[in-house]
């Protein structure tokens, strides 16, 4: 699990030098920018919120946006696996694995917030679920597509951000259709315990720190108070790390 969380961490920082800074589109300081996560813990039977802002940084609106979340992994601290193999798996509030939301248009410099119900029907085990995400527009009439990097086996991935620099033609041969840039994956917990907020306290530190991360590089600039706030955060990732562990060994979990 830890590995998975990592691995999610340095993808994302791959894909800040990655991009060629004269290709408007896929420049990694244009690229819409999915921040002000908020992924719930939520108890077997259950339902949370899951929400997140996303906002338009080129200089033209962009038209028909369509975001797309699929939920599409599960995991412990000990294993993780394809959501079909999981029993009593969440769904979104349509019932499905997958939601889209449609937006007519976005602002330069437009934000919209996109919001989802997740149930969890009895029974669903405790765990981290993954969630990757898509986003279409259109820009100056043309359709654009990108995605998260979910959406890719780990070798593929691998492949395509080999010494840091992100291969976008890799990546659309193997979906088959173009991708012109990539934005976060996102998750929410599970847990049927008190013990496992600490669990999720993990992952959402990691998440945040992947987040802030890109933010970070996609800004520009410096960025001093959050650098205190990260450094702050990951000591405390460390701290809640063994505190969990401890408790699995103490079968407390």
């Known amino acids: 699990m830890r590995r998975l969380l990592v691995a999610l961490v340095f993808a994302l920082l791959a894909i800040t030098s990655a991009v060629p800074a004269d290709d408007y589109i896929s420049s990694p300081s244009r690229v819409p920018l999915f921040s002000g996560y908020r992924t719930p813990v939520i108890e077997p039977g ?37 959501i079909q193999d999981v029993e009593n798996r969440p769904v979104f509030e349509n019932g499905e694995l997958v939601i889209n939301a449609t937006y007519d248009t976005i602002g330069v410099n437009g934000r919209v917030v996109f919001s989802v119900l997740i149930r969890v029907p009895s029974g669903a085990p405790d765990g981290v679920y993954f969630v990757r995400t898509a986003i279409e527009f259109t820009h100056n009439g043309t359709r654009h597509f990108m995605c998260s990097p979910g959406f890719f086996p780990r070798e593929v991935w691998a492949e395509a951000t080999a010494d840091f620099a992100l291969n976008l033609t ?63 955060l990951k000591g405390k990732y460390r701290e809640l790390e063994r505190e969990l562990r401890r408790k699995i060994r103490k079968g407390e979990t």
Request: no cysteine.
């Open 46 to 82: 259950g339902k949370g919120t899951l929400n997140f802002t996303v906002e338009n940084r080129y200089e033209e609106p962009l038209y028909n946006v369509v975001i797309t979340l699929e939920i599409y992994r599960y995991a412990t601290m000990d294993t993780e696996t394809d």
């Open 170 to 232: 890799l990546l659309s041969d193997y979906l088959g259709r173009e991708v012109e840039g990539i934005v976060p994956d996102t998750s929410f917990s599970v847990k049927s315990g008190p013990n496992y907020l600490i669990f999720a306290a993990i992952v959402g530190i990691t998440v945040f720190m992947a987040v802030y991360w890109l933010y970070r590089e996609y800004r520009g600039v410096e960025v001093t108070r959050l650098d205190e706030e990260y450094y702050r």
